[in-house]
């Protein structure tokens, strides 16, 4: 019986190694799951993330590209207004040397026409008086 004893005795402590291990694997099957479920939670959250990061990114990169071609368009308007002013400025020393040039003549012509305002205010009351003494009116 010695060793039927035995026998049992080694098979009872066989199936309870084997259960041991049985509930080992168990415990770490449950382990695995809980973790691989926490994993795939920070997955989710990762995608979501880079998804909203994405979406930045493109958003930024239409402002940028928005942004470089107002830049652009001002630096080129600037340009034309800068050539334009500098054609404006042009016309202007232009007509202020023409007027330097006619100012004198003008000035000259004025007095003339000033003289000869005079002169004609004069011979017209000359000519009143005239009028008088010979007994005319005008």
Do not use: W
């Amino acid at each position: 019986m010695n060793a039927a004893t035995q026998k049992i005795e080694q098979l009872e402590s066989d199936r309870l190694t084997v259960t041991e291990l049985i509930q080992q694997t168990m415990d770490s099957i449950t382990e695995l799951k809980q973790r691989l479920q926490t994993q795939q939670i920070e997955r989710e959250t990762l995608i979501v993330d880079n998804k909203d990061n994405f979406q930045r990114k493109a958003q930024i990169e239409l402002e940028l590209q928005d942004l470089q071609g107002e830049t652009a368009q001002r630096d080129a308007k600037r340009n034309d207004l800068k050539r334009e002013l500098a054609k404006y400025d042009k016309f202007i020393t232009e007509s202020e040397q023409k007027l330097a040039k006619i100012i004198p003549d003008y000035d000259i012509i004025r007095r003339q026409e000033e003289q000869k305002t005079a002169q004609r205010d004069l011979a017209e009351e000359k000519r009143k008086e005239l009028f008088v003494k010979h007994g005319c009116e005008n």
